[in-house]
């Protein structure tokens, strides 16, 4: 099994940043890709960003530029640098690892609330 545990959220300034960290433990081994999701109230679940364990990354059109994922092996965590936040960025953020190992098992974070006042 894979813990997530997530820290950064808060209240920030339009244009302002915040930096979000995941740190999976457990059973951590055939992880195959981490990263942020979001959701706004009355919206649906998107992916804000992800990372392979190759080191490739995809990013939400909405946050290219502005977004930026990246790991840190030896502390097994996940960061989202978020930068040029916006107001509409508002929405908890859940950090999701993706497990292959015979079969593909999704872990999730319990979210960490970003709010980004006007």
């Known amino acids: 099994q894979v813990r997530l545990t997530e820290s950064g959220g808060g209240l920030v300034q339009a244009g302002g940043s915040l930096r979000l960290s995941c740190a999976a433990s457990g059973s951590i081994f055939s992880i195959s890709a981490m990263g942020w999701y979001r959701q706004a109230p009355g919206k649906q679940r998107e992916l804000v960003a992800a990372i392979t364990s190759g080191g490739s990354t995809n990013y939400a059109d909405s946050v290219k530029g502005r977004f930026t994922i990246s790991r840190d092996n030896a502390k097994n965590t996940v960061y989202l640098q978020m930068n040029s936040l916006k107001p509409e960025d508002t929405a908890v953020y859940y950090c999701?690892?993706?497990?292959?190992?015979?079969?593909?098992?999704?872990?999730w974070g319990k979210g960490t609330l970003v709010t980004v006042s006007s």
């Open positions: 999701n690892a993706q497990q292959s190992w015979r079969v593909t098992v999704d872990y």
